[in-house]
């Protein structure tokens, strides 16, 4: 008995003194302390990740922690008054509101990013490198008879059409058939869907009739073996790149990222505003990390003014499409 | 002749069993074997010193499993000092004290057979009623190891009981006709000849936890966390918290990553492996 017990002690004996041994002595730098703790959109999460990491590099005594548990797990998060800081990728719904409003919890809205949904198709496909909405929504709304590209537009080739998207409890599913079929989770249901933005990135190069919707991100990474899909609007044919993101030609499927940030947290925890002027000031470098489309000078002076007047309440109605930087800066003029 | 045409086809049947089962044996390998190769070889290069000093990064080059492995092993620590005793006791109550035939009794142990088949998730969900809520452990280490252990608790019991069973009737009997009281009999004949098989079944417990990730991400796991947990109120990553993290990057050297950290979880989980077998055929060589 005691030399089993002696065999079996050791390794727990060892993960303990591991545990204990790799703790990091607090080490010296700014006198900014204390914990930031931040959750949300697993889109956002990476850029609150990179701000975190870079943040504590020059203060290093912060303790800045980032879960994802989703868009309405964070607001739940927020609601229950256990997260300072949570990213957003669609606006706060008015029944959120009603419940931020019952817990007695103001909160303040600021962008952070921008992100262009992309559509994008096999690297041989040649012919569709550029639709038009309608021709997008034909292929997408519910009950969708389009099974070959020839039924898109005349003059495409019979090949068949191969449809990947995101999985229905997505933030970017929400946002696509919103701006695309003209209302949210409206879509067909005979395509592959998946959680794993690489899974619908590898769907796509392995079918030469495959169309795709992710993030610019994954386009942006995986630029060399897909394609991307321009959209044709009234005002020209614009093609997803950051500048298009950016100034608002790629519509409506543009958008913002959005964060929400506990008012009270703001005004008495000095380590979360020092992080998110750390966020605002180094807007470029943070948001390119994390494979976003930065804010820019003008949206980032709106994000900073916002956070110095502590402006509380949403600048939006509700789920919105094809809202540019360009409409949230003037939104706050009026 | 007839006689004759029977036993063939018995034969042939035979045979067909045979055959099947040893392509079902072929194309589990397979597949275990594919998977591996992909993984050694994405991954086996990016284990350097420098992969285990360094925690989550947004920069791939500077990334490392430092946080979320000592994540892992602080959780599981916790698990096993939880569960461990609650579920040996549990179990010794139910084989060897309770009164059989017990309306009572029967309706436990149909509850602990069912609750080993609830899902992970629940159990995340109950564990942030209560660890993180009802008793305001935050989102630490601590909620999070209990949470697991109430996870693996039902799987211990279960093993424990069965282990307590295979005791031979004998060995208790002997031990009671020489005097000794019932606590001596468990103490000195029970558990020493059940010991094999309850840490065995203990370890495989332990190693469904270090791979469970939906509970504690609903506990409050954290994805990112520039700092190594201090202590059991830490807020923590675990290692499958930071893979899943990992592959759904974006870029490509994240995926190396991914592939080195599910290497690490492997060699994690098959040395605990490991250890349960040694301490089997130890045990099985010292009563044989």
């Known amino acids: 008995m005691p030399r089993t017990c002696a065999l079996l002690a050791l390794p727990i004996g060892a993960l303990f003194v591991m545990a204990l041994g790799c703790g990091d002595g607090a080490s010296k730098g700014s006198g900014i302390s204390g914990e930031i703790v931040m959750d949300g959109s697993s889109t956002v999460g990476p850029i609150l990740a990179a701000a975190a990491e870079l943040f504590q590099e020059e203060n290093p005594n912060t303790e800045a922690t980032v879960a994802m548990s989703g868009t309405s797990g964070g607001f739940k998060k927020l609601v229950a008054g256990e997260a300072d800081i949570v990213g957003a990728s669609r606006p706060v719904k008015p029944e959120e509101i009603e419940q931020l409003k019952e817990a007695g919890i103001e909160f303040i809205e600021v962008p952070v990013a921008m992100d262009g949904l992309t559509v994008v198709v096999n690297k041989s496909n040649t012919w569709a490198r550029s639709l038009t909405l309608d021709e997008l929504r034909r292929i997408w709304e519910p009950g969708s008879k389009v099974t070959s590209w020839s039924q898109v537009r005349p003059g495409f080739p019979d090949e068949p059409i191969k449809l990947f998207g995101a999985g229905t409890d997505s933030g970017t599913f929400d946002y696509f058939t919103l701006a695309v079929v003209g209302k949210e989770k409206a879509s067909r249901d005979d395509y592959t869907p998946s959680e794993d933005d690489n899974v619908l990135v590898a769907g796509v190069k392995g079918e030469l009739g495959g169309l795709a919707y992710f993030g610019y991100s994954y386009f942006e990474s995986n630029k060399d073996s897909l394609a991307s899909v321009a959209i044709q609007g009234e005002s020209g044919t614009v093609a997803p790149s950051y500048a298009a993101i950016l100034d608002g030609t790629y519509t409506p499927l543009s958008r913002p990222l959005l964060v929400y940030v506990n008012k009270r947290a703001y005004e008495t925890k000095p380590q979360v505003r020092a992080l998110l002027s750390h966020l605002f000031e180094h807007n470029d470098e943070i948001v390119k990390l994390a494979c976003y489309v930065p804010l820019g000078a003008e949206a980032v002076k709106l994000a900073q003014s916002r956070l110095q007047k502590k402006r509380t309440g949403s600048m939006f109605h509700g789920t919105q499409a094809g809202i540019s930087m360009r409409d949230l800066l003037d939104a706050e003029k009026d | ?288």
């Open chain 2, 1 to 288: 002749m007839r006689l004759d045409s029977v036993s063939g086809a018995r034969r042939f049947k035979g045979a067909l069993f045979h055959v099947l089962c040893l392509a079902s044996v072929i194309v589990a390998c397979l597949f275990l074997f594919a998977l591996l190769g992909i993984l050694v070889k994405d991954g086996v290069q990016g284990l350097d010193v420098k992969f285990f000093t360094r925690s989550g990064s947004s920069f791939a080059s500077r990334a490392g499993v430092k946080s979320a492995l000592v994540g892992s092993l602080w959780v599981v620590c916790i698990t096993i000092l939880a569960s461990v005793p609650v579920g040996v006791a549990t179990a010794i109550f139910l084989e060897e004290l309770a009164p059989k035939k017990n309306r009572w009794i029967s309706l436990i142990q149909t509850n602990i057979n069912n609750l080993a088949g609830v899902p992970s998730i629940v159990y995340g969900l109950l564990g942030l009623a209560v660890f993180v809520r009802m008793f305001d452990l935050g989102r630490s280490i601590l909620a999070g190891g209990l949470t697991m252990a109430l996870l693996v608790l039902p799987l211990i019991i279960v093993v424990t009981q069965e282990a307590i069973k295979a005791v031979p009737p004998s060995l208790r009997e002997g031990a009671l006709a020489l005097g000794a009281t019932r606590w001596q009999t468990i103490r000195s004949q029970v558990l020493p000849s059940a010991r094999g098989n309850i840490v065995t079944g203990v370890i495989l417990a332990v190693s469904r936890a270090i791979g469970e990730t939906a509970p504690l991400i609903v506990v409050g796991a954290v994805s990112y966390i520039g700092r190594v947990p201090s202590g059991v109120m830490s807020k923590f990553t675990v290692l499958p918290i930071q893979i899943f993290d990992w592959t759904l990057h974006p870029k490509e050297d994240f995926k190396r990553l991914a592939a080195s950290a599910i290497l690490v979880l492997l060699a994690l989980l098959l040395s605990l492996n490991g250890i349960a077998l040694l301490i089997r055929s130890r045990s099985i060589r010292r009563t044989a």
